[in-house]
Each structure stands twice: as C-alpha cells, then as structure tokens.
C-alpha cells in the first residue's frame, strides 16, 4: 500500500464511528455505461421510478431563458414557495424547499436526530431514511413489516407496531404513503388512528413522493389520506413532495415540505442558503401549473399499471399492491441474476434485497411503469429472462 493510500485509511477511520458504518446508497449504472459494456444502443431505464413522458413541456419552456446563470438562485425561493403555497393553499411560511426531497428528509434528521435519540420506519421503507437516520448518529428503529402472506397489504407498513415502537428517545417517525420500494400504502382511517397514537412531540415525515399518482377520486371518496389536509390537523406532520415523479424533473433536484411554520423554521437552520438552483425554480413553478401534463402521466400510469399488474397475473407472478409508479414483483429467482439478464438484453430494472432493510425481498424486483411500448419490452425481456434461468435450473 502505498504512503498516500495509508494516510487515506488513517483519515477514514477518523469519521464519526456511526458515518463510517454506514453501507452506501447503491447508484446504478448510468445509461452511457451499460450502452458501451454490452454494445447496446437502445437502452429502456425503467430502473428509478422516472416520468416515461420527460418533463412537463411548460417546465422546458422555462428552462429555455439562461440569461441569469452568473446570479444566485432565490435563496428563499419567493416564486416557486407563493405557487405552492396558492396550489394547496398554504403559508409560504409553512414550505420548505429542497434539493430533492431527498434534501428536506436530510434536514428533518439533522434539526431533529442525534446520538441517543431514534428514528421509527417501516422495513422495506425508502434507503434513505437509514441513511439520514445514521449519518446524525442517532438509532434507526427498523419495524417489521406486516407479512408477506397479509391477505390485503403484504410487506406494508404496520402502523401498530410502528406506534408502539416509539419510545422516549423517538424523535422522527419516517412514512411514505405511497411506499417505495413496494408500492404500498397506508389508508385514512389507518393513518388518522396511527396519528392520534403518536406524542405529539415526535416528527412525523410523511413522503408524499408518489402521491400525485393516487387516483383522484380515492382522495374525493376519503379512502386515500391527503397529508396537507392531515398537516392542518396535527402541527408535528411534515409532509415533503417531489418534483422528480410525476413532473418529471428529477435531473433538477427540486422537492417541498409544508408544515408549521415552527417546524419549517427549524429545518430552515440547517439548509444552505442557496440549496435550490435557479433552473430548478423556474421548471418546478411552471411544471406545478401544468395540469394537462400531470393528468396525462397519472392516466397513462394508472393504465400502464393495471396492464402489468394482469400481465403478471397471467405469469403466476406475485405482485405486492401498488398504487405508485412502479410495481415490485416476485420472480422467483435471486433479483441479481435476473437484473444481470435483463441488463443484457438493455433493460435496467431495479433489483431489491441486498440491504438490511430489504432483506425478504431478495427475490423481488421493482420495476417502474413506462409507455404501453416500453411495458410490452420489459415484459417480453422478462419472459425470455426467466425461460432462460429456469433452464439453467434444471
Ligand atoms: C423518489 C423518491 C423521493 C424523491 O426524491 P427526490 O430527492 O425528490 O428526487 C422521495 N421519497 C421516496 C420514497 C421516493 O421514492
């Protein structure tokens, strides 16, 4: 080893002992690199639960004015944050901006997570909230989910053993209703009850990523919780939002939070100052107002959806409820191999399992809605994939 390698090692053991234990987020491959390893040139990504129609059209419209590149971003997002606040009808007072959602879930654990302290989430829950969790050193309380073989909701959040998980060292309770990775969710009346069992002065995150995905009517007919209605309610729900779904801007790195006023000025301590890009502003302003665009990705979604739902109903294929953009389904075979096979064939998929919080799901892939095209292409991968592992099971 060399000299500069040995001071490398020394420096890394001098991190925080809970930063140095942390396993990493798995990034996947980007697209230009799995083109050249295998030859490829039409590579699907159906991999990280990405608008298939791009960004909303209003959205790249307003990217299109790059005049002010050499001036800060709004650091108080004025524009985008009086949008938001006239779209769900908020305080700009009570909104938070974010690089990504993934940002706001940061801040939420460093204002409120430290040693001695812990944050309750769901098994299967989104990796993130591990890592957040333990980069401020405090405890992740990893609950199980309910099982695999529940007749309604399998590998769900079980908001039972959730509340009764919480102990007086809980300061954060992480939820994302719609889950990622497994689609699943939480009801109102469910959620209303888990709410009312919380102290009061623990935070409650509620990730509201897929949200927007949510059949309207499921809001209209109260059977699908709307957090913002939820956050008048109890002032310790902190609900985040995201432009990279159903908008379309994830390369952006643009998301929301709303919640009191008090606890915004809280997170707001902890932000940098200029955290959103001036692009980001613009897009997520315009995309926020495009109606037409939101409702046309939730149609297609929604089709898209049913169509792989029975596609592998048709295959005996165990798919875990989804109401996201994405489904999660059991293969049968170690999900590695089977992402290594569509890999090949130029399909990118995400396989689950791997990580503490995903273990049980090791078999299961998720695979993110596209166009009808691009859903008959991984299906039609998928067979020939699955074909080819079982004969070399034999
Ligand atoms: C995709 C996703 C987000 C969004 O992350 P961004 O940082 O806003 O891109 C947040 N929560 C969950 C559960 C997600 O799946």
């Not at 209605?229 to 109890?234: H, N, S």
Request: charged fraction near 20%; include cysteine.
């Amino acid at each position: 080893m060399s000299q500069s390698e040995l001071h490398g090692q020394k420096l890394a053991t001098q991190a925080l002992d809970y930063v140095q234990v942390i396993s990493p987020y798995v990034i996947g491959k980007p697209i230009d690199e799995v083109a050249r390893e295998f030859g490829l040139t039409d590579i699907l990504k159906l991999a990280s639960n990405e608008n298939p129609l791009g960004a909303s059209p209003s959205a790249r419209r307003a990217l299109q004015d790059l005049t002010d590149l050499h001036i800060y971003p709004d650091g108080g997002g004025f524009a985008l944050k009086g949008a938001i606040a006239r779209a769900f009808d908020w305080v700009p007072a009570g909104i938070i901006l974010g690089n990504g959602s993934n940002d706001l879930l940061e801040l939420a654990a460093r204002a409120y997570l430290a040693p001695g302290r812990n944050a309750v989430f769901s098994a299967y829950a989104f990796a993130v909230y591990a890592l957040a969790t333990q980069a401020t050193g405090a405890r992740a309380k990893i609950v199980p989910a309910l099982p695999a073989t529940h007749p309604t909701m399998p590998y769900g959040a079980d908001l039972t053993a959730m509340a009764a998980a919480i102990d007086a060292q809980t300061s954060v309770v992480f939820l994302a209703n719609p889950n990622n990775p497994t689609g699943t969710w939480v009801d109102a009346a469910q959620l209303r009850a888990f709410l009312n069992a919380v102290p009061p002065h623990v935070l409650v995150v509620l990730d509201e990523a897929y949200s927007e995905y949510v059949d309207r009517c499921w809001y209209a007919d109260g059977r699908f919780p709307d957090g913002l209605v939820l956050a008048r309610e109890f002032p310790n729900v902190l609900v985040t939002r995201t432009f990279s779904k159903i908008y379309g801007l994830a390369a952006l790195r643009v998301g929301f939070a709303v919640g009191a006023p008090e606890v915004i000025a809280m997170l707001d301590r902890v932000r940098q100052p200029f955290n959103v890009n001036s692009l980001a502003l613009k897009a997520a302003e315009a995309a926020l107002g495009d109606h037409e665009f939101i409702e046309r990705s939730r149609r297609i979604n929604a089709a898209g959806l049913e169509f792989m739902v029975a596609a592998f109903a048709k295959r005996n294929l165990a798919v875990i409820p989804s109401l996201a953009n994405f489904v999660t389904v059991a293969v049968g075979f170690p999900a590695g191999l089977v992402f290594d096979a569509l890999l090949k064939a130029g399909v990118i998929i995400r396989p689950l399992g791997g990580r503490v919080d995903t273990g049980g799901l090791s078999c299961h892939i998720r695979i993110t809605i596209g166009t009808a095209a691009q859903n008959e292409r991984v299906l039609d991968a998928l067979d020939k994939a699955l074909a080819q592992l079982r004969s070399e099971a034999r």
